[in-house]
């Protein structure tokens, strides 16, 4: 871990020499001189504004006081920069507080375990003790039935443990190859077998245990990196749900299988609050020319709250908030309306900005391009054109006039592919307009930071938030002086077996939150 900080304080100090001394310009074009002395040099705001979101307001879970916070918070700084702003209330979702989670080994000795509720989970309303216990191999029904009171007042671990917690690339890189493939073999049928024993709980698990009157259902989603979890939704309504670190599970689950008497203290509190509204924050610079086409930059404000929400997506509303910041000094009337998107619930299934696609057919109709990011932090490299199969061309215009520094590392696919999930820029596909994710690198984003307890503000690379905002604030500016608007022509879509396949389809955004 050390090696790879150092290595990360390096990378950081090279980008500074370079973002200071040897920028090149490919045009005298004075706006993107501007943007880029606002954006790459001194008066960067991006590592003040992302200090504030992810370690004083934090996470920002749907439904918690924690992004009504964010939402204000986001509204205030534009106001405060004198860019008009609005919060637009599309839904509801259900009220919920994280309060604080302690998980205690109390026998066969003592330890304060890693582990922390899941999202609205409920908590505990006093210290709580009992037993750890697994599942045990139960032959039908009936067996599950006749054991199901034995549950009462203990901890069940629901989930298959890990065998190690080293991640694979460690084994791969020291370990002997057969010893890897005994490791890999082993824990493959520990895990069918632990499945097929779970499995006979049914569908409901979870319920049926809480039915029970279990004190607690623990759980581990390893992400496979050095002591990081997936923590994501509990869907209980009295008993709490736990996520334990790979580690800490794995002890819980050998001293039980092997009678050794785990018990734990869980003292655990959260509170469950009506129903909230649910808000995107809409941020606008007026086109002075062409007012009713639009330039939309976007990014949710949401995220899982297994930490801070850093890369996932404080990285996004940042970038997005300064350029913001940057068009206001460098390009305050702009040709084409400049709108910036901060959406809500972009992880119940990117339902605040579908609700604005919804809401907002004049910005669909009038939409000349919009930019949205949304994995974590590094440059962005990569932007997928989407099979809009005019939209090359525009993009070679806009990044030719954009400093080597920043575009030099863009890559882009062309004519590419529609996704199918992905993230809020998805919102305006599906409804035929030109809507791009400006991708930064993946791999570690995804095992070490995506809603992960590590989503943290130590991960940002806050030189790499210059260029993305700067990067962000350059597209924006080219792409509403663009003299033609982009085409909305698509490739046909085959599958590999050459069978034609159906454009991305729009689906009604949900406007509150599902059943309980
Ligand atoms: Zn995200």
């Not at 959260?270 to 062409?290: H, I, Q, R």
């Not at 997928?384 to 215009?397: E, K, Q, Y």
Request: glycine residues 8%.
């Amino acid at each position: 871990m050390i090696r790879s900080s150092l290595c990360l304080v390096t990378l950081a100090l090279l980008t500074a020499s370079v973002a200071a001394g040897a920028q090149t310009f490919p045009t005298d074009d004075p706006v993107i001189r501007r943007i880029w002395d606002e954006g790459m040099m001194s008066r960067s705001q991006v590592a003040d504004l992302a200090q504030v979101l992810t370690d004083s307001i934090g996470p920002r879970l749907s439904g918690t006081p924690g992004l009504l916070a964010a939402t204000d918070w986001v509204a205030a700084r534009y106001a405060a920069w004198g860019i008009p702003v609005r919060k637009e209330k599309y839904g509801t979702w259900f009220g919920w507080r994280r309060r604080y989670t302690h998980i205690d080994l109390i026998a066969p000795r003592e330890r304060t375990l890693e582990g922390t509720m899941l999202a609205w989970s409920p908590g505990t309303t006093k210290p709580v003790e009992g037993e750890v216990i697994v599942i045990p191999d139960l032959a039908d029904g009936v067996a599950v039935s006749r054991w199901l009171p034995s549950v009462k007042g203990k901890f069940v671990l629901v989930s298959a443990p890990e065998p190690t917690c080293r991640p694979d690339e460690n084994w791969e890189r020291l370990a002997r190859p057969a010893t890897v493939a005994a490791m890999k073999a082993a824990r493959d049928s520990s895990k069918r077998y632990w499945n097929q024993r779970t499995q006979r709980l049914g569908r409901n698990a979870h319920a049926l245990l809480e039915g029970g009157g279990a004190a607690g259902i623990v759980t581990t989603l390893w992400s496979a990196g050095w002591g990081v979890n997936k923590v994501f939704a509990a869907h209980t309504r009295t008993t709490p749900v736990l996520d334990l670190s790979c580690e800490d599970y794995g002890l819980l689950h050998r001293l039980a299988s092997r009678n050794q008497g785990p018990r734990l203290r869980l003292d655990a509190r959260s509170e469950a609050l009506p129903d909230v509204p649910m808000f995107n924050v809409v941020a606008e610079l007026k086109g002075t020319e062409k007012p009713d086409e639009y330039v939309l930059l976007g990014a949710h404000l949401d995220s899982w709250d297994g930490a801070s929400g850093a890369t996932d997506n404080a990285t996004g509303t940042v970038m997005m908030m300064e350029a913001m910041r940057l068009l206001k000094a460098a390009y305050p009337n702009p040709q084409r309306t400049i709108l910036v998107g901060h959406w809500g619930a972009e992880e119940q299934g990117l339902i605040g900005s579908r609700a604005f696609s919804e809401d907002h057919k004049e910005v669909v109709d009038g939409l000349q391009a919009a930019f949205n990011q949304d994995n974590g932090t590094w440059r962005v490299e990569y932007i997928r054109m989407m099979g809009l199969t005019g939209a090359a061309a525009h993009f070679g215009r806009w990044l030719s006039n954009i400093p080597s520094e920043i575009e030099g590392i863009i890559d882009l696919d062309i004519p590419g592919v529609p996704e199918t999930g992905g993230s809020d820029h998805m919102s305006f596909l599906c409804a035929g307009a030109p809507s791009f994710r400006l991708q930064s690198n993946y791999p570690d984003y995804r095992q070490y930071t995506w809603h992960t307890n590590r989503d943290t503000f130590d991960k940002l690379i806050i030189d790499d938030l210059k260029n993305n905002a700067t990067l962000a604030a350059m597209l924006a500016y080219e792409a509403s002086e663009d003299p033609e608007r982009v085409p909305r022509d698509r490739r046909v879509l085959t599958s590999p077996d050459g069978a034609t396949m159906a454009w991305p389809r729009c689906s009604p955004a949900p406007r509150s939150a599902p059943a309980r």
